[in-house]
Every structure is written in C-alpha cells, then in structure tokens.
C-alpha cells in the first residue's frame, strides 16, 4: 500500500470545520429539546456576541482611522462580512452556551409567566424576546449618535471624497 500524501492545509481546515459541523448537529438536537427558552438563549448569546463584535470592529475602526465606520460604506461592508464570518466560526461555542444557558431561560419564562399571571410561556418568551433585542440592538444602532458631530464630519469628508471622485471622471 502507497503511503498517503501529506493533507495540505486546506484539508486539514475541512477536517476541522467537518467535525465542528457533527458537534454542531447533537447540540442543536439538545437546544431543540427546549423549545423556545433554547430560542431565547441563542438568540441572547447571538445578541450579545454581534453587539460585542459590532463595538470593538467600530472602535477598532475609530482608534485606527480616526473615522466612523459608517463614512466609509466598503469598509462598513468588510467589517461587517468579517464579523459575519467570525460569528460562523464561533457558532459551535455559542450552541454550546446557549444549550447550557436554556434551562435557566426556562426558569425565568416561567417565573414571568407566573408573576405576570400570563396564559402560557409563549407571552413571556415575547417579552423578553423583547428586551433582548430592545438591549442588543440599541448598542449597535445607536453607536454613532453619541459623537453626532464626529459622524457628521465623517459623512462629509465621504461625501466630498465621492464628489471629488466624480468630478476627476
């Protein structure tokens, strides 16, 4: 038998994406064991890691360049595919947290559901589905208005570079 030729790197990576994917698969079985407080735990862990990952590419982004990101759309555009792809790779740490975090989402639908003297678990995953993304997405929408006149600057530096860019054609 002819000795195997050494993997190459690119093999080694489908290897390891392979068998992060089968890991992936039992813990989503897990989550979907739960219902909708393994939702709600997903969707806090996948919350907070964007939220997480949105400020630090933004700040990065601010400390490097001086700018707000949002001045320059095709850097925008490349924070934004490497977040996306970032978020894919830790995807399997984020079912894993989210499968231990499901139960004690459980516990708390359950408890605003009886507090709130609610028919069933389904209103409490609403609101704090609610809360969730209400806290989440606040973070990262509202990122440029705390400096509105830096964004501003920014906005008209990538408007006039634009104008510039046009009028040289």
């Known amino acids: 038998m002819p000795p195997s030729p050494p993997e190459s790197l690119a093999d080694k990576l489908k290897a390891w994406w392979k068998i992060n994917q089968d890991k992936s698969k039992k813990v989503k079985e897990k989550l979907l064991s739960y219902g909708p407080a393994a939702v709600l735990a997903y969707g806090l862990f996948d919350g ?8 630090i590419a933004f700040l990065g982004y601010e400390a490097q360049t001086g700018l707000n990101p949002c001045a320059n759309i095709s850097d925008l555009v490349r924070i934004c595919i490497l977040m996306w792809a970032g978020n894919n790779v830790t995807r399997p740490f984020r079912l894993a947290g989210a499968a231990a975090l499901a139960p004690f989402v459980d516990s708390v639908m359950e408890k605003l559901q009886n507090k709130l003297r609610l028919p069933n678990k389904l209103y409490s995953f609403f609101i704090l589905t609610f809360l969730v993304a209400s806290v989440c997405l606040s973070g990262v929408y509202l990122y440029p208005f705390p400096r ?17 860019q046009a009028s040289a054609c």
């Open 48 to 55: 907070v890691s964007y939220s997480i990952a949105f400020a």
């Open 148 to 164: 509105p006149t830096r964004a501003l600057t920014a906005l008209t530096h990538s408007r006039n570079a634009l104008v510039r």
